[in-house]
Each structure stands twice: as C-alpha cells, then as structure tokens.
C-alpha cells in the first residue's frame, strides 16, 4: 500500500475513533476557528473550523506588503522581479500545476500558465489572499496538483490615495486611487506604473495597470487592464541576451448573489483576454517573433443549500477557451464541468466533506475527480483535518503544439494526474497560532520539456512522488508580530535530472520576520527567507520596510530588498534582481 493511502487510510480512521468515543457526550463548543474563506467554498464562504485542508489566509496591511511567499509552501520562481513575471509554485508544483482564482472565480491561459499572474489590480485593492495547499480539482476543475491561490477584493474606499517612489537602477513607482459612492454603490478607480531601466542590459521593464470596480456584499463588477513591456535577457534561452516580450492583460468579472433562508445562489461570468508578443532579438524584430492571443469566455452557477443533516453545493461551469498563434496555431478548448459537495453535520466537532466533478473538455478524455476530508475540533483551540484526492491537468496549447528548430511540443501528451494525501492540525490562541501539515502527492503522466540529444520535447513523465511537511507559527501581541514557516520537500522521479522544470524545486525554505509598531508612529518589517533548493547552493534573502505615519495623511516609506546582495537564480539561467533600496511617498485622504 502506498505512503498516499496509508496517510490517508490513517487519518479517516483517527478521526472516526475519537469521533465515536466522544459522540455521546458531545457538547456544543464555541471554536476559534470561526474566520471565513472563499477559496474552498464554490459558493458563499466557509468557516476555518471546518475546512480539512490546509489554508493560510493574508489580510490587509503588512501581512499583504510581505505577499504570499511569507508561507514557506509557496514561491513565486521570478524571471522578473517587481512582478514582471512570476511562476506560481505550491508544494514543489511548477507554474503549470497551481490554480489562480479570483473572487472565488477559476483564471485560465490555455498558451501557457506562464501568464497566469498578470493580474491588473495591486496589493492596495486587496482585502484578503488565500491560500490553499493540496489537491483543487474537484473544486476547480483542471488544475490544482500543489493547491490554489484565491485574491478578494475590497469594497471601495471613499477618498483619495496617492503614491510616488524611487528605488535602486531607475526604479519609478506611481499610483493613484479614487473611491465614490455610485448611488449605494461604493465605485474604485485605480491607476499605477512601474517602471526601471534594469539592473543589467535588458532587464528593464514598464509595468501599466488599470482597474475600475463596484463591490457590495451582494455584487461585484470589475474591469482591469494591464500592460507589461520588459526585457527577457535569458527568460527562455540562453543563447541569446536580447530577448523580449510584450504582454496586454483584459479581465471582466461579474457576480451576483441571491439567497433565501436555507440557500445561496451566487452566478459568475469571467472573460479574460491576453495577448503576448515575443521577440528573440529586441534590436531585429523580424528576425524571429511569435504573437499569440488567447481568450477565455467562462461561466460558474454555484448553488449552496443548507439542511438539517447536510449542507450541499451543486453547480455547473462552462469554458470556452481560444488560441490564435503565429507559433502554435490555431486551436478551441470547450470544457462543461459539474460539481457536487456535501458536509454532513454529524457533530460540532466533527465536519467531514466529499465533493465529486466530472469535467468533459472537447478533444481530450473526460475525467472524473473527487475529495474526501474530514476536521475534527479536539477543543476550541485545537483542530486536526485530514484529506485525500484526485487532481488533473490538461495540457497546454504549448505543450501540445509548439514548433521550433531545437523544441517541440507533443499532441500525443496525456492529462497530468495526481493523488493527494495529506494530516495536519492547526492551534490557535488569542496570540499564538501554529500549524502542520504532512502531505504526499503520487503524480502520474507528468509533463515537463525533456531534451534528448539537440532537441527538447514535451513528454509525460510516468511518475512523480512529493513528499513533504509544513509548519506556519505566528504570534500576536499589541504591538509586534512575529512569524515563522518552514516547507521541507522531497521529489522522485525517473527523469528528473534531464527535466526542465520538475525537479527546480526548494528543498528547505524557511522564512521568518516581524511587524513591530515602533514609538513615534513607526511601522518596521522584516523578513529574512533561507532557502535551500534542490541540486543547488543556499540562498539568504533579507527584505525591510520602515513605515512613518503623519497626522495629516502622509505616509513615508524606506524599504530594501535582498539586503545581503545575494547572487542565485530562481529560473536557471535568469539572474536575481540584486540589492535594492527605494522611498516612497503617500498621501491618503
């Protein structure tokens, strides 16, 4: 048997044993655990206590500035820093195999998940981040081996807010932002650019978003657009330093909820649409350029009922996905997908949950996934979960199609497969919060670009077996905050010395910091990462921000990025940014 089944086989039996000792003498407890997330409920939100996965959860302020890689389980493998380009990586997964969610709505590129984070709003639109680590197709649909990272929005503020920085190698930072009442209605308009002439020759970069939105507690309608314009010395061959790539990002999202007294019906329409312009030689663009346009037209009708013995979530989604390209061709993905959840209400400490999908997409086989997770509260303050799934993946249209002298795709690919198995508990205090979690993920048909003599093709990896553990400590006090996370990582597979991706992953990462709220108004963050990747040296990384806030609405800001001056690579063959200071200036009214 498995180490996956075993983990698995285990945890259902541990929690149906102590569930039977105690299901007599049970007794209504009131859980800590009661903060709300949307990432694992298609519709509504569901409460922490009863979530068998493990999730991790960013709020406004300095959790937001630090972003998601302050949890040790995730990394952004940057090309580009100041998110020029970022490759989503949960759990050892390569940018391929996460999901992007926003507003609890599924994001999709069928070229390429390389683009899946040009996103067109900024950390200040943000309310909340979610993470969710494991298994997330019988959520989502395709995707979803390392887990699914999910951005919220905020309601709108009243006011004005305005921002201007300089940094290190002609950083430039601006941003304004309006906020209004529409009606009842509160109406955001946000504007911003970054911009550096780069820390080497044609690593410089223009980054120009856009966002407009209305949001309440029922609707949300949002517009965004951005523009990225940078130089890809080395991004995707290093046999040439005079790459570069251009890309235009459009997304609408809209919302509504309707709800009755045992029920929540909350429709959801996305359509996104990206363009991607790529040049080998930025001084001869003739010489070798590929343009690619892709679309994705997706519709989500989630529907939450609330019974006495059960809650259920039924829905249906729909995608239709396109692909115009000078390189790969062109090409049309349909997918129909239904779901269905149920979370047995058995007890107030005990919350399993099942949930099935079945997705058909057009010219490819259709796949059936499913979860199973069981939380069961010991005490207020202690929770332990348990779960196990199947996930999948479809290829992409460039791991299918492309065509070039020295790479190839492969249109005989199979769907990427994989079981996830995972035990952990979470403890939380009014000032202390601790979290672990042991997981294990049996990959099977994994894809990934292989070089055999002068060429590189896509093929299906027969296996890849991730074994892990996280561990996440935070404390709470008026006035500092301390942090820890740590992820150790482990993969096997047959191919993974001569894999592109598979096998770039961080063995240890362990990150650590503080928020102090210092006299004088003064806001300091600190965080300090080691990193230990796979088949490569180790990695200090040291970031700082120091915050004065005046009376009158002015904000000040101090702030350095790999303070140590570090030389390492997150993508082989692509240089870090190096040591970085910059000041910024706000106002806020």
Wanted: aromatic share 14%.
């Amino acid at each position: 048997m498995g180490i996956g089944r075993i983990l698995g086989l285990g945890g259902v039996l541990w929690f149906l044993f102590n569930t039977n000792a105690e299901a007599e003498n049970s007794e209504k407890i009131t859980s800590v655990f009661l903060e709300e997330v949307k990432v694992t409920a298609p519709a509504s939100v569901e409460t922490v206590e009863r979530v068998s996965q493990e999730v991790k959860v960013l709020k406004e302020g300095w959790e937001l500035k630090l972003g998601p890689e302050r949890f040790s389980n995730l990394q952004f493998r940057e090309r580009g820093e100041f998110g020029v380009q970022q490759d989503l990586s949960i759990r050892g997964s390569t940018f391929e195999q996460n999901l992007v969610v926003f507003e609890g709505i599924r994001l999709s590129d069928p070229q390429t998940g390389h683009h899946l984070m040009n996103l067109p709003f900024t950390q200040e639109e943000l309310s909340s981040v979610e993470l969710l680590a494991g298994g997330a197709s019988a959520l989502y649909g395709p995707g979803g081996f390392g887990g699914a990272i999910n951005f919220n929005l905020k309601k709108p503020e009243k006011g004005v807010f305005l921002s201007g920085g300089y940094g290190s190698y002609d950083l430039w930072e601006m941003k304004g932002s309006l906020g209004f009442e529409l009606g009842n209605t509160p109406l955001g308009i946000n504007l911003s650019q970054q911009k550096s002439n780069g820390f080497i020759w044609n690593r410089d970069f223009d980054i120009r978003t856009f966002n407009t939105y209305v949001k309440d507690q029922s609707k949300l309608i949002f517009y965004g657009f951005q523009e990225k314009d940078f130089g890809a010395r080395n991004f995707y061959t290093t046999k040439y330093n005079t790459e570069w790539e251009e890309t235009r990002t459009h997304l609408f999202v809209a919302k509504k909820n309707f709800y009755g007294n045992s029920w929540f019906f909350e429709p959801a329409l996305l359509y996104r649409i990206h363009y991607d312009t790529y040049l080998l030689d930025r001084n001869n663009p003739d010489f070798y350029k590929n343009q690619h346009k892709s679309q994705v037209l997706r519709a989500n009708l989630p529907l939450r009922l609330e019974k006495r013995l059960a809650d259920y979530v039924v829905g249906v989604e729909a995608s239709y996905e396109t692909l115009d390209s000078s390189r790969l061709g062109d090409h049309v993905r349909q997918g129909l997908g239904a779901y269905f959840w149920i979370y047995p209400k058995i007890s107030d400490k005990f919350f399993p949950s099942l949930g099935v999908r079945y997705d058909s997409l057009a010219k490819n086989e259709d796949l059936f996934s499913y979860y199973l997770g069981l939380a069961y509260l010991i005490n207020p303050k202690l929770k332990t979960r348990a779960s196990f799934s199947f996930s999948y993946r479809a290829p992409s249209f460039t791991e299918l199609y492309y065509d070039s002298p020295y790479t190839k795709g492969n249109p005989g690919l199979s769907n990427e497969k994989a079981y996830n198995s995972e035990i952990g508990f979470d403890y939380k205090t009014s000032h202390v919060a601790l979290s672990g979690t042991l997981f294990y993920r049996t990959g099977k048909d994994i894809i990934d670009w292989i070089k055999v003599g002068a060429i590189t093709q896509a093929q299906n990896i027969e296996e890849l077996k991730t074994l892990g553990a996280t561990m996440d400590l935070n404390i709470a006090f008026n006035r500092i905050k301390p942090f820890l996370s740590y992820t150790y990582l482990n993969q096997v597979a047959k191919n993974l010395s001569s894999a592109r991706y598979q096998g770039s992953y961080l063995r240890h990462n362990l990150v650590g910091g503080v928020y102090a709220k210092l006299p004088w108004d003064i806001d300091l963050i600190v965080s300090a990462n080691l990193r230990k990747p796979y088949r490569a040296n180790e990695i200090y990384l040291l970031i700082l921000e120091l915050k004065k806030q005046f009376k009158t609405g002015v904000g000040l800001s101090l702030w350095g990025k790999n303070l140590l001056d570090e030389e390492y690579e997150e993508i082989k063959g692509v240089k870090a940014w190096p040591q970085t200071f910059g000041l910024r200036i706000e106002f806020k009214k």
